[in-house]
């Protein structure tokens, strides 16, 4: 019996140091995943392309939505943490607004102290979009706890001042009749990320709360600044455009950072 407890001991001890070794690598995976997201993020900032951070419990179908939105082919799998690196991926909306979209790691509940800190990180991405996208499971018995902890998650986070649309996903699984609704969220939709339905109603509420957060400018660009058209066009939405002698008259909306850099409003 010593004997059994003593190999017992030995076994355990094997264990923690496996774990341990392998939170080591996942931390330096991790650090070096910020190194190169800080990198992206700052080019992105100076593009100034609207983002949204695609958050939501392990399996929701956060990377199937990216791939449904984008026509990439992010890892998709259902198991835990099978998407460790954000990724981001441009897309179109049906008005021709470019939004860029952020596949975020799966949250879990009660996440292992030793790896909050590592996790934390590749969470952050959430923290400097101009939307969340919630993403829930609508047919998993557990969505209404999965919920609870996205919400808790972000406001650990520190990031809670950021509009939210809720994203009921899997409808191809459930009762066409049964009701979702998100309180805590600006806008509540219903979609199959596999099949593709609901994607209208998103895209529509995607533009409008990418419009809220937009100026309205009724300006002359002269013809010397024809890149700031171009710029309009990429990052706001582009209501008309006629050429004049003195220029090219626009109506449209745009980001606030960029209306007061180009001095539109």
């Known amino acids: 019996m010593q004997g059994c407890a003593a190999w017992g001991e030995t076994k355990l001890e094997t264990d ?40 939501g419990y392990t399996n929701a179908g956060k990377s199937t939505l990216l791939n449904r939105l984008t026509g990439s082919d992010v890892l998709s799998e259902d198991k835990l943490f099978a998407t460790l690196d954000p990724t981001t991926r441009a897309a179109l909306l049906p008005d021709g607004q470019q939004v860029l979209f952020t596949d975020t790691v799966g949250f879990i509940n009660k996440l292992p102290h ?9 969470l952050e991405e959430a923290g400097y979009a101009d939307i969340i996208v919630h993403v829930i499971d609508a047919s998993d018995p ?22 939210v649309i809720t994203v009921w996903n899997k409808t ?17 939709v219903k979609i199959s990320a ?32 024809t890149s700031v058209v171009a710029e309009i066009r990429k ?6 455009e006629e050429y004049e002698e003195d220029g090219i008259h626009i109506k449209a909306y745009v980001p606030r950072p960029m209306a007061a850099k180009r001095e539109l409003t």
């Not at 923690?16 to 996942?26: D, P, S, T, W």
């Not at 419009?211 to 660009?221: G, N, P």
């Open 172 to 188: 191809d699984l459930i009762d066409e009749a049964a009701l979702f609704r998100d309180f805590s969220a600006d806008a509540s």
């Open 194 to 225: 596999k099949t593709g339905e609901g994607l209208d109603e998103f895209y529509s509420e995607v533009a409008r709360i990418l419009r809220e957060s937009r100026v309205y400018i009724d300006t002359v660009i002269p013809y010397k600044n």
């Open 114 to 122: 030793n790896l909050v800190d590592a996790f934390r990180s590749t």
């Open 142 to 163: 557990q969505a209404e706890m999965h919920r609870r902890v996205v919400y808790d998650t972000l406001i650990d986070l520190g990031i809670n001042d950021k509009p």
């Open 16 to 55: 923690r140091r496996v774990i341990q070794k392998r939170i080591k690598i996942l931390s330096d995976d991790i650090e070096a995943m910020k190194r190169a997201r800080d990198t992206a993020r700052k080019k992105r900032s100076e593009n100034a392309v609207p983002a949204a951070a695609i958050v």
């Open 235 to 240: 990052t706001g939405q582009l209501l008309s």
